[in-house]
């Protein structure tokens, strides 16, 4: 009898697989997106910023030093877009696998080429980030090689995992490269539009497009009357194909000015869920294009 249990624990114990979770905490909706499709189910994901909220103009919270205690690993877009609160979260935290330096702390930006470094950076020029443009989430390639990281430091934390998720990485690279071809496919090239944040560089560069004007006269200053005023007479020389605003940025601004001008107001998605329908990273791309086209 105890043979028959032993045999029957032995096979139970072989053929249930375990799995390593790694307690993962993102800062942003599109980088717990992507850390989702390379995790799969040996990960346990926290995001901190809410889809609809400014990502510049967070304020560190309880709940947030919380969860960053328990993180194996912590991830973060970097490019100073979150330090304003990710040092007091990290800090607070009192977790030493996530401070600087520490494989459970990975900054996104590692992977990237930053677009749009400054020579030199004093408060004259506004809100200006010193190490490049942080809004590099709209790039494919960008993302292609921070979700490819992003598989290795699991890897690392996980190697009874490292298998999956460098398929899982592959899976992903794939399917990125099949979607791409339609968003290539979308005629952009030429094309021109006015913006109210230096939100879609990396988006302008990959697909030939331009961005003629700003409706902030410097990154995170508020337009003043007479800024509109010559910008609704840049736009009636220029005629751009579009006002590009977001939900938390410039829906008064560039409604005034799309009635003044004629131009068409274009709402656009700034991250995975701030509009229906954009649930994940894919998604979130899928409707960046399609309200450009």
Not at 135 to 144: D, K, N, T, V, W
Request: glycine fraction near 8%.
């Amino acid at each position: 009898m105890k043979r028959i249990i032993l045999a029957v624990l032995l096979i139970l114990f072989t053929s249930t697989p375990v799995f390593a979770e790694i307690n993962v905490v993102a800062t942003l909706p599109w980088i717990g997106s992507v850390a989702k499709e390379i995790g799969g189910d040996r990960i346990n994901i926290v995001v901190l910023v809410k889809p609809g909220q400014d990502p510049h103009m967070i304020e560190a919270k309880p709940s947030m030093i919380l969860a960053a205690r328990k993180a194996d690993l912590f991830l973060f877009n970097g490019l100073d877009l979150e330090i304003g609160y990710v040092p007091l979260i990290v800090e607070g935290s009192r977790n030493p696998n996530i401070q600087p330096g520490r494989p459970g702390s990975f900054d996104c930006s590692r992977f990237v080429s930053p677009i749009e470094v400054p020579v030199s950076v004093d408060r004259s020029l506004g809100d200006v980030h010193p190490f490049g443009n942080p809004h590099y989430h709209f790039s494919p390639a960008e993302i292609l090689r921070v979700a490819r990281g992003m598989a290795e430091a699991m890897a690392a934390l996980d190697p009874p995992g490292a298998s999956a998720y460098r398929a899982n990485y592959e899976r992903f690279a794939a399917k990125l490269r099949e979607r791409e071809k339609a968003w290539s496919a979308v005629p952009l090239r030429g094309k021109s539009y006015i913006a109210y944040h230096k939100m879609f560089e990396y988006l302008a560069r990959d697909h030939g497009f331009r961005i003629d004007g700003y409706v902030e006269p410097k990154p995170g200053i508020p337009p003043s009357a007479s800024h509109i005023e010559s910008l609704i007479a840049s736009m009636k020389t220029k005629k751009p194909d579009g006002i590009l605003i977001t939900s938390y940025q410039g829906s008064r601004e560039g409604a005034f000015l799309s009635e003044k001008t004629g131009v068409k107001l274009i709402l656009m998605p700034h991250d995975v869920g701030s509009q229906k329908g954009t649930d994940d990273w894919f998604a979130f791309m899928d409707r960046v294009m399609e309200n450009l086209r």
